[in-house]
């Protein structure tokens, strides 16, 4: 049996002047030393999990956020809701790849350039290139030799898809028989119903509601948060929870409403909030504590008869004149 091929670093490079990156700016004022701290976390979770960017939707996100919590315990009022509008300004800065946040996923050059340096004595690593950053360039001016396995792995890659094009423009510019073509029209038949069924799943159960929250939260969801929204409705979230959430997302007026919005739903469904009979049990104010002591009226009277023993006994003390 083949030995485990190791995917996350021992080892990150950290840059000289980190805290002083002009895009922690704005994570700074609005945070404080939290800002620049919760990045570092995020560069540490990457490079010793996945090596070169972190999984961010779905479990993936609570998984994450979880252990930026675990990283900032013993921080005062450092919440999830505040972990979670942290990471949504760092990608606002820059510092993560915004499209790449919207299909789901933390990365950004600098991420991949240190996983790449990192790795250069490493072979048969297994890379996404569909969320790869770095050029053919930008790695050969780290690896000038071209030997580096990300680098002949991206070469080999773009090679196979030229190759896949020019032998599309033959078969096109080719005589096929009556055979061929209804073996492709048979399999353009079940290709057109498997992506039918595959747009029917991804359809919210409730097109209407997602519609009223999106106007509500002035925004409009991905696909991932969509799927996210019907999983909650099928394990019976109700829309009062929905819409009560967004309430409470606007009234905060974050950054990023859909995060935001994502977040407290999922804080719902963790305290198991999805009814709005749940809500109820949730506002219901908890019994008074009975009273400990005498009550005012208790106190006065005890004043009063104490005040009189004393009157008592300064008359029985005192000398005759």
């Known amino acids: 049996m083949g030995r485990n091929r190791k995917v996350g670093l021992d080892w990150w490079p950290r840059d000289i002047g980190l805290y002083r990156d002009p895009k922690l700016r704005a994570a700074r004022q609005k945070f404080g030393v939290l800002g620049p701290y919760v990045y570092e976390c995020l560069l540490d979770i990457a490079y010793g999990d996945k090596g070169y960017y972190i999984a961010y939707s779905g479990e993936g996100r609570e998984d994450t956020l979880w252990q930026l919590r675990e990283y900032t315990a013993g921080l005062e009022n450092v919440t999830i809701e505040t972990l ?20 789901g996923f933390l990365t950004s050059k600098r991420i991949q350039m240190g996983y790449f340096i990192a790795t250069l004595g490493r072979n048969a690593q297994q890379i996404n ?13 780290k690896n000038p030799s071209g030997k ?7 070469i080999s890659r773009q090679e ?11 078969r096109q510019e080719s005589t096929q028989s009556r055979e061929e073509q209804r073996t492709e029209e048979q399999r353009t038949v079940e290709d057109s119903r498997a992506e039918q069924t595959r747009e029917e799943k991804a359809v919210t159960a409730d097109s209407g509601l997602t519609t009223e929250l999106e106007e509500k939260l002035n925004c409009k969801f991905d696909h991932n948060f969509c799927l996210e929204l019907r999983r909650l409705q099928n394990k019976g979230m109700q ?3 929905f819409l009560d959430t967004a309430r409470q997302t606007a009234e905060n007026a974050p950054r990023n409403p859909a995060g935001y919005f994502r977040t407290l ?11 709005a009979e749940d809500m109820q049990k949730r506002a219901k104010p908890a019994p008074a504590q009975p009273a400990i002591g005498p009550s005012s009226e208790q106190l006065s009277a005890f004043d009063q008869e104490w005040y009189e023993r004393v009157k008592r006994y300064t008359r029985e003390k005192a000398v005759p004149s």
Do not use: P
């Open 265 to 275: 739903l999922q804080n719902c469904e963790r305290d198991g909030i999805l009814t």
């Open 160 to 170: 196979k898809g030229i190759s896949r094009q020019e032998i599309g423009i033959s």
């Open 84 to 103: 979670a509008a942290v990471v949504d300004q760092l990608v606002a800065s820059g510092l993560f790849h915004a499209a790449l946040y919207e299909r």
């Open 239 to 241: 829309r009062e929870v």
């Open 148 to 154: 580096a396995f990300i680098l002949r792995s991206f």
């Open 129 to 141: 290139f569909d969320i790869w950053l770095l050029s053919e360039d930008e790695m050969r001016e």
